[in-house]
């Protein structure tokens, strides 16, 4: 079950967001500071932090600071009423990987979320074998025996996305929200211009392809 940490001093909010998470079948921890939250850390993984800003004790600055200088790498979402750009930026220059600000639309919440893990996931995961063919996501290498191709960073994440989940439909939206992140200013033509340039770089290939579902997206299916 994956673990999502609620840090924030004001418990109506942490019950809010309690209530959406859980119908997504997310398992909620909950700290009402970031001394606290480090506590919970302590005695329990979280895969998700959702952390605000102004806070007692500890804020949600120090708290991104103490975990990225710690090595903790799970994906930290900043939720809080501090909207004006040099925040933002202090928060992405701490480590946050994406942010919020109040009052927070909590469907909008899930749906990043959402995205956090799965982005998340790719990227720890590593590497992917088919057959004898190596997606190696450090070095954005699609290695063979006979040939090693290093991909632009969104077309081999595309790639990495598609083939993780084999056989699984993403709408361009959803592969939007994960590989260029859910406030790019990007469109769903972006998804289909760089399909076009990984059909033309690997249509060859027998470990795989990449599927056009008419309507809905794409999927990549390993070939037997």
Known sequence: ???VLLVDDNEKIRKLMEIYLKQ???HVLHAENGERALEVLDETKADLIIADIMMPEMDGYVLTKELRDAQFNMPILMVTAKDAFIDKK?????GADD??????DMEELVLRVNA???RSKISSDKQIRIGDMVLDFDSLEVRTPSDTIILPKKEFYLLYKLLSYPNKIFTRQELMDDIWGF????DERTVDVHIKRLREKFGGFSEFEIVTIRGLGYKGVIKP
């Open 90 to 94: 202090t928060g992405f220059g701490l």
């Open 99 to 104: 942010y919020m600000t109040k009052p927070v």
């Open 24 to 26: 997504e079948g997310y």
């Open 116 to 118: 956090l893990l799965r």
């Open 183 to 186: 406030d790019s200013e990007a």
């Open 1 to 3: 079950m994956v673990n």
